[in-house]
């Protein structure tokens, strides 16, 4: 979508949205869980720019606490006990996870898979019948992956320990996205060991809110919040020196 066009769809999105928010100030706090990226520049930029959407949300009445917590399983855990209101990043459509998911935020890149060298490449799901594939501990996955019965799921507590699993031969392959896996290789140097497979599957990302009246109000705040950010520059100001792939 070109700049301009950006700016209208926003500017109208805005006004829409913030009829029904303004106003609608809620007691107390709401507390929001910022989880991991396996990218600390990128996982900065996200604490950042949440910081700045809280500053928008407390001006209009309802002040936030923010809490990191760098393993997803326990930040999916502290969401869906309700010990928190909000949840970021979160990949929009995931039915996995409880609650709704407000204006996307920006997109991940997508999943590529990963052989040892010696096996052969694998470029889709498809490919993965029959074999045993490596994934991480709360994290998302598409849902082909997660419901075909012929595929053996194991879970390990970092891509880096899938890795390690994939060069000892106790899993045929795992997942991962690609920024993630080019990363790995460059700390690791570990082109000549792994086949990696084309790119699929990207997913926009947005903050996730529970299914009820409360979190309803709070996803009207954060709207209005997000959109106004984009439209004085400050989205592309706090994303400008990450990998983060943006949608406005």
Not at 128 to 152: C, H, M, Q, W
Not at 192 to 208: K, M, V
Request: charged share 25%; net charge negative.
């Amino acid at each position: 979508m070109r700049a301009p066009a950006v700016r209208m769809a926003v500017a109208a999105m805005l006004f829409v949205v913030s009829l029904g928010a303004r106003g609608q100030s809620l007691p107390g706090a709401c507390d929001v869980v910022v989880g991991p990226t396996s990218d600390e520049a990128l996982t900065q930029a996200n604490l950042d720019w949440t910081r700045t959407v809280l500053d928008r949300v407390e001006a209009m009445g309802t002040p936030c606490e923010l809490y990191v917590i760098n393993a997803w399983a326990r930040a999916n855990k502290m969401f869906a006990d309700g010990e928190a209101e909000v949840l970021f990043p979160e990949i929009v459509g995931d039915r996995t996870q409880p609650g709704m998911t407000g204006m996307p935020v920006a997109r991940t890149h997508g999943f590529v898979l990963v052989t040892a060298k010696g096996a052969s490449r694998i470029d889709g799901i498809r490919g993965l019948a029959g074999k045993t594939v490596g994934v991480v501990r709360g994290r998302f996955y598409p849902s082909e992956l997660r419901n075909d019965p012929s595929i053996e799921l194991e879970e390990a507590r970092s891509f880096q320990q899938n890795v390690d699993k994939l060069l000892y031969g106790r899993i045929d392959a795992t997942i991962e996205y690609r920024q993630d896996v080019m990363a790995l290789l460059a700390r690791r140097d570990l082109s000549e060991q792994l086949n990696i497979g084309d790119e699929f599957g990207g997913r926009r990302l947005a903050y996730r809110f529970h299914l009820t009246r409360q979190g309803a109000r709070l996803m009207a705040l954060f709207n209005v919040a997000i959109s106004e950010l984009v439209l004085d520059g400050t989205y592309h100001r706090i994303f400008e020196d990450s990998t983060q792939e943006l949608v406005y």
